[in-house]
């Protein structure tokens, strides 16, 4: 089940939390960012000294220091300037690089530990969750974080420095006045508050709203053949022109919010700059202040305007951070993983004996699907098993892949219960050739090659020849180099599936197991794939579910599934003697063809 521990901790506590292995970056970027923003808020006080030194002549702030001639004094202060210039450079550069480079470890970081759990996760976990939704917190949420590092961070640890550094200068130099330029600060801070928290919500819908978009366009895509088949291209596009409706709204709403918080900054900094030009010009008049610190009460007033009307922005930036770390924290919180035994298997060593024992199970939602399942299946041996529709076929496969587990009873292999075996190498003991093949975007040889790397071009070939698909293969234009397209698009169905057969052949599993490998392929298609078994099942534990009942006329032993219980088992010739489900079953197929 997901954890939802993080609900309670603030999101910004979370990403340092993460972030902790890099600290000595961290501390690096904001000791860079820190004096790229004390030598930036030198010039005005420079600016200052010059109108100092312009006024005054030798009885200036740099006279008192022992530099008499104002020439000289000017030429100190130029000499000062480049220093200061250099060093506001130099550091610039220094916190873009740290900042960038904490962004991309972060993200890369990121990425990678959320993907890497969410593989980790039982495979109820992703047929309760949308695929779109899952690649936008991959992508869009991730990259969400990275733009904040990249300018956020920085720019929130310069406002601080900057408000830091002229309340001191102000404080220190004209206490009397300088209170009028602080004023607005706990206002601006209470006003930042009270965004934030008005924001948070309406950036959370923003990203819902956008993985609610990508679920539909990811399914849109993968669907796009029916989509044509049926017509509907009107009606998806107004399903899509929908949804992205609402996330523009929701985009919008949190913009009408995010635009106000600038001016209303600007107002309050005006407040304060109007009363610093109108008081301190009084006293200055008046002798009571030098013209060279009235000059720098005016110019560090107006750099502290800058920064603050960027604060909206960055505020922006660290709201929709904040919305995208809650997604990926909770992401890679997430816990719905089947607890893996610790017991080795070696593949070499498995005889492929299975026992089930009053085996129940159901998902998380609706009635059971397997009730007081008991049948056992001997090494060696090639057993079918058939049943309508909704009988509970594919759902044994999936517990015997381990993507589930029984909700009570057990399933032994080789006598130990499935559960005590470390689940990598219960994988690696099992070969599954699924109905719904899924081939990745390469060449054909990299399709039969996936999960067996090492294996050689020969061993390559000799699968494809054993799953009667080296001769296709060979026909295509470039062909074990060809590439197959997007989950095989530019193969046919009956070639997909061989591929198929001959990705499990080159692993060489001691249990292989066929989830209705020939229930969408053409008769000569089925032929080819029947005289592969006839190879590639001997001296091996082999379990075919079937639609097709001439692919297990010949098993061993074949179960009959009807409502999750096994109703009639024995050969095929046994079971036609029979008046059961078989019998009709076989009735019905014989009708059509033998090849059904």
């Known amino acids: ?199 948070a919500p309406r950036y959370k819908l923003v990203r819902e709203r956008a993985g609610e978009t990508s679920s539909q366009l990811v399914n849109n895509l993968g669907g796009i053949a029916t989509i044509k088949g049926f017509g509907t291209e009107e009606y998806e596009n107004e399903r899509i022109g929908d949804l992205s409706k609402k996330y523009k709204e929701a985009n919008q709403s949190v913009i009408r919010l995010s635009a106000a918080f600038v001016p209303l900054i600007r107002m309050l900094i005006m407040a304060g700059f109007i009363g610093i030009l109108i008081f301190a010009g009084f006293k200055t008049l008046d002798g009571e202040m030098e013209v060279g610190l009235y000059s720098v009460l005016i110019f560090v007033t107006q750099r502290l305007l800058w920064p603050l009307t960027r604060l909206g922005e960055t505020f922006d930036l660290y709201q929709r951070a904040m919305a995208s770390t809650n997604r990926v924290m909770s992401l890679l919180k997430t816990k719905e993983k089947l607890p893996s035994g610790s017991r080795a298997l070696a593949p070499q060593n498995v005889e492929g004996n299975y026992t089930f024992e009053n085996v129940q199970f159901h998902y998380r939602t609706g009635g059971p699907v397997l009730k007081n399942l008991n049948m056992k299946i001997k090494s060696g041996q090639t057993v079918g098993i058939v049943g309508a529709t909704g009988a509970g076929k594919s759902s044994l496969i999936k517990l015997l892949m381990r993507f589930y587990d029984v909700t009570s009873g057990r399933i032994l292999l080789d006598g130990v219960d499935l559960r005590e075996y470390d689940i990598r190498h219960l994988v690696q003991s099992s070969g599954l050739v699924s109905q719904d093949v899924f081939l990745f975007y390469g060449t054909v040889a990299e399709n039969i090659r996936y999960g067996t790397f090492d294996a050689t071009d020969d061993e390559v070939k000799q699968a494809a020849k054993l799953a009667e698909a080296h001769d296709f293969i060979e026909s295509l234009p470039d062909g074990y180099n060809t590439m197959v397209g997007e989950r095989g698009q ?107």
Request: hydrophobic share 45%; proline share 3%.
């Open 1 to 199: 089940m997901s954890n939802d521990s993080t609900k309670d901790v603030h999101p910004l506590k979370q990403l340092i939390s993460y972030v902790r292995p890099f600290r000595n970056h961290v501390r690096l970027a904001t000791l860079f960012s820190i004096l790229n923003k004390l030598f930036d808020l030198a010039p005005p006080i420079l600016i200052g000294v010059a109108v100092d030194i312009v006024v005054k002549g030798e009885e200036s702030l740099l006279a008192g220091l022992g530099v008499a001639d104002p020439f000289h004094q000017l030429l100190l202060l130029a000499g000062i300037t480049v220093v200061v210039w250099v060093f506001e450079s130099v550091f610039q550069y220094l916190f873009e690089v740290y900042w960038r480079d904490l962004a991309q470890f972060t993200q890369d970081s990121l990425r990678k530990d959320a993907y890497r759990n969410i593989q980790e996760q039982e495979l109820a976990f992703f047929e309760e969750r949308s695929t779109g939704d899952l690649i936008t917190i991959l992508n869009d949420d991730i990259n969400q974080l990275e733009r904040f590092l990249d300018h956020g961070a920085n720019d929130l640890i310069q406002v601080v420095v900057t408000v830091t550094v002229i309340g001191s200068i102000f404080m220190f130099s004209a206490p009397e006045i300088g209170w009028m330029a602080l004023f607005p600060m706990p206002y601006i801070i209470w006003g930042s508050v009270w965004f934030q928290k008005k924001l």
């Open 490 to 596: 530019k193969l046919s169905g009956g070639q997909r599936q061989r591929i198929s057969i001959a990705r499990a052949i080159l692993k060489n599993p001691p249990i292989l197991i066929l989830d209705e490998a020939t229930s969408a392929v053409d008769n000569e298609t089925e032929a080819a794939i029947q005289r592969s078994l006839n190879h590639i099942t001997k001296n091996r534990t082999t379990i075919i579910i079937a639609h097709r009942l001439s692919t297990i006329r010949h098993a061993d032993t074949i179960f009959v599934l009807d409502s999750g219980e096994v109703t009639e088992s024995g050969r095929h010739e046994e079971l036609i003697e029979q008046d059961g489900i078989y019998k009709q079953l076989w009735k019905v197929q014989m009708g059509e063809s033998v090849f059904i």
